[in-house]
């Protein structure tokens, strides 16, 4: 089955730049999107397609993919985006989740 | 605006069967523009994917959980359903509805989810 990868854990201090990355086999042939979830609530979907934000989503969150990585940026992190953050791609009729990985902004 | 809110009976013994509704408000779900998705969390965990349906009555389950989930789409009352039958502790988790889109051929995503609802299982 496929599998995705994330770091278990990213930190990062207020207003630098944070990259979280996901890794699967030949993901970049994949579309990939990114959820973020905060303690007690839902998942909240932050870019789809690669790179696209969803309206309402901050500038500061941006997307890519190629090879086996999708990487979600944070530019000018903010101590709002301190939260878990789950990559997905779709592969063989199934929807697969990434790990997970917690941001701490410290 | 879209509205997911699932429901169910919050305990479930052993090895009974988990029936959930997600009820969906401000949207139909009898388009093809969509489809509709249930995802679940345990505990301290991550998110697992369960499965998806199609206004075409097209479903996709997930592998490691084929055999015991069922779902379906109530049109007439704008709703579809999840059970999952043969429930052990492992099934203990926050449940969660959510309405998908696609793109391509690879292209899948949930755009709006539930709020959750908690299910526990235990005799």
């Known amino acids: 089955s496929y599998e995705l990868t994330q770091p278990p854990s990213v930190s990062v201090s207020p207003g630098q730049t944070t990259s979280i990355t996901c890794s699967g086999d030949?993901?970049?042939?994949?579309?990939a999107c990114w959820y973020q979830q905060k303690p007690g609530q839902s998942p909240v979907l932050v870019i789809y397609e690669d790179r696209r934000r969803p309206s309402g989503i901050p500038e500061r969150f941006s997307g890519s993919n190629s090879g086996n990585t999708a990487t979600l940026t944070i530019s000018g992190t903010q101590a709002m985006d301190e939260a878990d953050y789950y990559c997905q791609a779709w592969d063989s009729s199934t929807v697969v989740f990434g790990g997970g990985t917690k941001l701490t902004v410290l | 605006q879209l509205h997911l809110q699932e429901s169910g009976p919050g305990l479930v013994k052993p090895p009974e069967t988990l029936s959930l509704i997600c009820s969906v408000s401000?949207?139909?779900?009898?388009?093809?523009?969509?489809?509709w998705g249930w995802i679940r969390q345990p505990p301290g965990k991550g998110l697992e994917w369960i499965a998806s349906v199609y206004y075409s009555g097209k479903t996709y389950h997930s592998p490691s959980l084929n055999s015991r989930v069922t779902t379906s789409l109530d049109t007439s009352k704008n709703q579809f359903s999840l059970k999952l039958s043969s429930v052990t502790a492992a099934d203990t988790a926050v449940y969660y509805c959510g309405r998908g889109l696609e793109s391509g051929r690879t292209g899948k995503w949930f755009d709006v989810w539930g709020q959750g609802t908690l299910v526990t299982v235990s005799s």
């Open positions: 401000g949207g139909s779900i009898s388009s093809s523009s969509y489809f």
């Open positions: 030949k993901l970049g042939d994949k579309y």
